[in-house]
């Protein structure tokens, strides 16, 4: 066991999909994060919030529509799909410390507090 080890599991465990978002939240609240806890934390909540809203806008969407509820329902599936590989790279790329800019998303979580 290293001195990073403790820093990498929380690491890890904010990049925990839907679960780790309330970490990396709380995290960001209280302000006393090192800077690759904040930036992690950062994209989690990033990442999470983006899957929250188009899994939400895909719920209405079913619900709205009298036609085609099978494909959004498939898009809805593909969706929490891809936020959980997202994840799940995230912990990957943060296991062996390569950096966790993700293109397009690291730029919006960038403008996080």
Same mark, same amino acid.
């Given at each position: 066991?290293?001195?990073? #080890?403790?820093?990498?599991?929380?690491?890890?465990? %904010?990049?925990?999909?839907?679960?780790?978002?309330?970490?990396?939240?709380? *995290? &960001?609240?209280?302000?006393?994060?090192?800077?690759?806890?904040?930036?992690?934390?950062?994209?989690?909540? *990033?990442?999470?919030?983006?899957? &929250?809203?188009?899994?939400?806008?895909?719920?209405?969407?079913?619900?709205? *529509?009298?036609?085609?509820?099978?494909? &959004?329902?498939?898009?809805?599936?593909?969706?929490?799909?891809? %936020?959980?590989?997202?994840?799940?790279? &995230?912990?990957?790329?943060? %296991?062996?410390?390569?950096?966790?800019?993700?293109?397009?998303?690291?730029?919006?979580? #960038?403008?996080?507090?």
């Amino acid at each position: 066991m290293t001195s990073r #080890d403790p820093e990498l599991r929380s690491l890890l465990f %904010y990049a925990t999909p839907v679960f780790g978002f309330f970490f990396a939240w709380w *995290t &960001l609240y209280r302000k006393n994060g090192s800077r690759n806890q904040n930036a992690v934390s950062r994209l989690s909540v *990033t990442l999470a919030l983006t899957w &929250l809203l188009g899994y939400v806008l895909l719920g209405t969407a079913v619900n709205a *529509t009298e036609v085609g509820t099978v494909p &959004l329902l498939a898009i809805g599936s593909v969706w929490t799909t891809t %936020y959980f590989l997202t994840c799940f790279g &995230l912990m990957v790329r943060l %296991y062996f410390g390569r950096s966790v800019w993700l293109p397009g998303i690291s730029n919006l979580s #960038d403008r996080l507090p």
